[in-house]
């Protein structure tokens, strides 16, 4: 076995992928802090070819060097927005046709490998603050909470983490 070389790898261009028909789901990001999770989140949207990202709140927004440093230039080929309001972003998308789920320990959580994603309907994955996770009214307006199994003494995913797990396992489905 050898490491393969980028060259030998056939990614997209930046242009390519945005041509490129995208996996049916859109990322809500409500508040998150940390620049480099923004990056990351950019980053892992673009490997599982996400429709786009929402930015709600303080969330920043490209251009910023720190989410440059871990999108490493997906900030380029994944499409965003600005919303102000999460709560506003979930009812647009769900008046637009997506379910909207809200990836969050709650009550009535769906575990993730339990999940099936409706075929007629693209998702919406709603990502919360680091540390207060999503908040209480945007899951009211969601339909519903999928909640990421875990089995050792820590209580969460770093949410870029939990949008890697969240993305395969979606893209998984479809694709199987």
């Not at 859109?26 to 930015?55: C, M, P, Q, Y």
């Not at 046709?97 to 575990?111: D, H, I, L, N, P």
């Not at 099936?116 to 519903?144: L, M, R, S, T």
Request: aromatic share 10%; hydrophobic share 45%.
């Amino acid at each position: 076995m050898r490491k393969l070389r980028v060259e030998e790898m056939g990614r997209l261009t930046v242009e390519e992928f945005k041509e490129a028909e995208k996996f049916p789901f859109v990322v809500v990001l409500d508040n998150i802090r940390s620049l480099a999770n923004v990056g990351s989140f950019f980053r892992t949207a673009d490997a599982f070819r996400a429709e786009k990202i929402i930015l709600c709140g303080y969330t920043q927004s490209p251009p910023h060097r720190e989410i440059t440093r871990s999108a490493i230039g997906a900030e380029l080929s994944v499409a965003w927005e600005k919303n102000e309001s999460a709560v506003d972003a979930v009812m647009q998308l769900k008046a637009d046709g997506y379910e909207v789920w809200c990836v969050e320990q709650a009550e009535g959580s769906v575990m993730l490998q339990d999940f099936a994603p409706n075929d007629k309907k693209p998702c919406a994955f709603v990502f919360g603050n680091e540390v207060e996770g999503v908040a209480d009214d945007v899951i009211a307006a969601a339909d519903g909470c999928l909640e990421i199994p875990q089995f050792g003494t820590k209580h969460s995913f770093n949410v870029s983490v939990s949008a890697g797990i969240v993305f395969w396992e979606f893209v998984r489905k479809k694709i199987t």
